[in-house]
């Protein structure tokens, strides 16, 4: 089994910036792919940033210029950057792990609110 815990999202005015991280533990042998993804509501879940085992990254349009994701492979940890947020990144964000055996792990998700 694998845990997957989320810290970092909070309240920011817009403009601001926050820094989200997710460690997974458990049963890891290897990660192929990292994502953030994010839901507001009445909205669909949607992907924010994803990262690959070697490092290939991929942002929504939305995002792009503004975020950025990465990752620690020794500490099992992906982050995401965020800055020059605007109130329409206000949303839950969750991160989600596939193993190299494509077993996939959602995190609990964390609250980032953009408000002035």
């Known amino acids: 089994q694998v845990q997957l815990v989320e810290s970092g999202g909070g309240l920011v005015q817009p403009g601001g910036s926050l820094r989200l991280s997710c460690a997974a533990s458990?049963?890891?042998?290897?990660?192929?792919?990292m994502g953030w993804y994010r839901q507001a509501p009445a909205k669909q879940r949607e992907l924010v940033a994803s990262?690959?085992?070697?490092?290939?990254?991929n942002y929504a349009d939305s995002v792009k210029g503004r975020f950025t994701i990465s990752r620690d492979n020794a500490k099992n940890t992906v982050y995401l950057q965020m800055n020059s947020l605007k109130p329409e990144d206000t949303a839950v964000y969750y991160c989600?792990?596939?193993?190299?055996?494509?077993?996939?792990?959602w995190g609990q998700g964390t609250q980032v609110t953009v408000s002035s």
């Open positions: 989600y792990v596939e193993l190299a055996n494509y077993r996939g792990y």
């Open positions: 990262i690959t085992s070697i490092g290939s990254t």
């Open positions: 458990g049963s890891i042998a290897r990660i192929n792919f």
